[in-house]
């Protein structure tokens, strides 16, 4: 079945160490990906997307994303992570490329050990 | 300032009893869509439309209405609310294709 696929339910990393946070998606062709941030009690905020072109992604707070269509994952990125970055973060798929559908994972918790 | 926003944010209602969720955009957006958050689930799309008049459902629309008389508003209806509708809400908003969704504060919703 078509999916959206976060493994990780909840991470923990030490401040200042690195993240990657896993998307994979089962979607034939090249969606649109996106990552959002949610803090607690918040709406959701865009970090960043991927349409077409350059497969490594910068987006705000110091986060990229690198999607590789061999293994059907867009995964996100930080290389050193801070406190104020604990939340729970979506990987989302555009399966038609289309903004009529737009499918979330399950979400990643993350939490940061001081 | 450019924002979505919806009221209520917590509304505590009884099974049976008709209930809307505004939610309205100042971003002059064609495309609004509503999501439900469940532990675990992520965010499901309930409904969505590309503009005035044009709505079609997502993946959850079972128990819910929607209408887009106007452009900015997508106020979400649930005519006969049940407690597997306990849910917290969003709605969302975006120029269309390509373009960044916004998010609303989102609408924690119980129902007894």
């Known amino acids: 079945a078509q999916s959206v696929t976060q493994p990780d339910i909840h991470i923990t990393v030490s401040e200042g160490a690195s993240l990657e946070l896993r998307c994979n998606y089962s979607?034939?062709?090249?969606?649109?990906l996106f990552w959002y941030v949610q803090s607690p009690g918040q709406g959701l905020q865009l970090l960043l997307k991927y349409f077409s072109g350059d497969t490594l992604v910068q987006g705000i707070k110091g986060f990229e994303a690198e999607f590789k269509r061999s293994q059907s994952s867009f995964n996100l990125r930080k290389p050193s992570v801070h406190w104020s970055d604990a939340a729970e973060y979506f990987c989302?798929?555009?399966?038609?490329?289309?903004?009529?559908?737009?499918?979330f994972g399950s979400g990643t918790r993350l939490s940061i050990r001081p | 300032e450019a924002q979505v926003t919806q009221n209520p944010r917590y509304l505590i209602t009884v099974t049976g009893k008709k209930l809307t969720v505004t939610c309205s955009q100042n971003?002059?957006?064609?495309?609004m869509s509503w999501y439900r958050q469940d532990p675990g689930l992520g965010l499901r799309q309930i409904y969505y439309?590309?503009?005035?008049?044009?709505?079609d459902k997502g993946d959850v629309p079972e128990g819910y209405k929607v209408s887009r008389k106007e452009k900015r508003n997508f106020p979400l209806i649930l005519e006969s609310p049940s407690p597997n509708q306990t849910s917290l809400y969003f709605c969302?908003?975006?120029?269309?294709?390509?373009?960044?969704?916004?998010f609303g504060p989102g609408t924690r919703l119980l129902v007894l």
């Open positions: 439309s590309m503009n005035v008049e044009v709505t």
């Open positions: 989302a798929v555009d399966p038609y490329s289309s903004a009529s559908k737009i499918i």
């Open positions: 971003m002059n957006h064609e495309y």
């Open positions: 969302a908003s975006s120029p269309g294709v390509k373009e960044t969704q916004y």
């Open positions: 979607y034939g062709a090249t969606p649109y």
